[in-house]
């Protein structure tokens, strides 16, 4: 990122449609920060088109736009851990279009994160690997990476694709990685590194398809009589008088109000028995968004389009059915307008 002209090209195609819903989402956290502390991913990496997840411990000094740094977590920063990164990526000729970068805390604190910090990063982290459909080759750099990777598991467990990911996990990059006494010690963990690097690159270069599917799984509903919803809630699956209590973004909690809705729910359940009405209640239909005028890219169902873009995920469900009405239908947020497409069901 010395060359000015090649960290501004970066910084104007930031948003192109590749990386797009990464980057929204990073200024989804940005928002909710109030700062700019969690840095972009730059276009020259692969998007939601990467195979390879590459999860450190925290954005440094260098991806702070601020303090003078490119605004970017990324390998061509003007740091030893980048340029490290860079070079073990090179020697086993894994390109960037096949990268997504991450870290474990995603917000800048330049020190390590604390358990509870680690904790928060789940949900961010959760997110990217929803967005990243052809991932298959996860790289966990450091202790709190792989911290954070345990608390993903343990508070996901419904993520079956996280069982099928390929995790590796080794060192960081950072010549602190490699302080110790014993020069043995230091020699075996900068071959661990090595070797972890050749593993990813043989990996992608097999060219393995992954072997779970495409669409990014999705939270699942349940109510109070343990009936699993699917994916997201439907409009007739939502008896009267029920309380919905959103914890936040992408999690819900549902609870009823004496028998007359424990009825209701037993109802629910036996129209799930009836294969058309289950089928119809779990197609989903793909829409396309562009946010000010500016694509934002394509999503599998209008929840996950709410979810992975900070809309309230409590007004989807009315806006749905207008927009399968029309096609197409703007939805005002702030200062955005989200302009919203649909797509043929999928």
């Not at 590459?54 to 990324?74: E, H, L, Y």
């Not at 928060?120 to 959760?126: A, I, M, N, Q, Y």
């Not at 097999?206 to 939270?219: C, E, N």
């Not at 009825?263 to 968004?289: F, L, T, Y």
């Amino acid at each position: 990122m010395r060359t000015p002209a090649f960290r501004e090209w970066q910084w104007d195609h930031r948003f192109d449609p590749h990386i797009a819903p990464i980057n929204h989402y990073v200024d989804t956290l940005r928002k909710g920060a109030g700062s700019d502390s969690v840095p972009y991913v730059p276009p020259m990496y692969g998007g939601v088109k990467a195979r390879l997840l590459s999860v450190m411990r925290d954005p440094g000094p260098k991806t702070q736009d601020a303090s003078g740094g490119s605004g970017f977590i990324c390998m061509e920063n003007d740091d030893q851990t980048a340029e490290k990164i860079c070079n073990y990526f090179a020697e086993v000729k894994i390109q960037a279009e096949d990268i997504v970068p991450w870290n474990a805390y995603p917000w800048y604190i330049n020190r390590k994160p604390t358990p509870s910090e680690l904790e928060v990063g789940t949900l961010p982290l959760k997110t990217i690997i929803d967005l990243l459909p052809k991932l298959c080759v996860v790289m966990l750099h450091g202790g709190e990476a792989k911290d954070v990777w345990k608390r993903l598991k343990r508070k996901y467990p419904e993520m079956s694709r996280l069982r099928e990911l390929y995790v590796i996990e080794t060192y960081h990059t950072s010549p602190q990685a490699f302080r110790h006494k014993d020069p043995l010690e230091r020699e075996r963990r900068r071959t661990q590194l090595a070797d972890s690097f050749k593993k990813a690159g043989e990996i992608l270069q097999s060219g393995k398809p992954s072997v779970f599917s495409t669409t990014p799984a999705l939270p699942k509903i349940h109510t109070s009589a343990g009936v699993d919803m699917g994916a997201e809630p439907r409009i007739s699956d939502i008896p009267v008088n029920m309380i919905r209590e959103v914890k936040h973004v992408g999690e819900a909690v549902m609870t009823y109000e004496g028998q007359k809705n424990q009825n209701i729910s037993e109802g629910v359940r036996k129209s799930w028995e009836n294969p058309e009405v289950r089928e119809k209640r779990r197609q989903h239909h793909a829409v396309r968004v562009h946010r000010n005028g500016t694509l934002v890219g394509e999503f599998s169902s209008l929840y996950q389009a709410f979810k992975i873009l900070g809309l309230p995920v409590s007004k989807h469900i009315p806006f749905r059915i207008k927009l399968k009405q029309v096609g197409n239908l703007p939805f005002i947020y702030g200062n955005y307008v989200y302009d919203f497409e649909i797509l043929p069901p999928i």
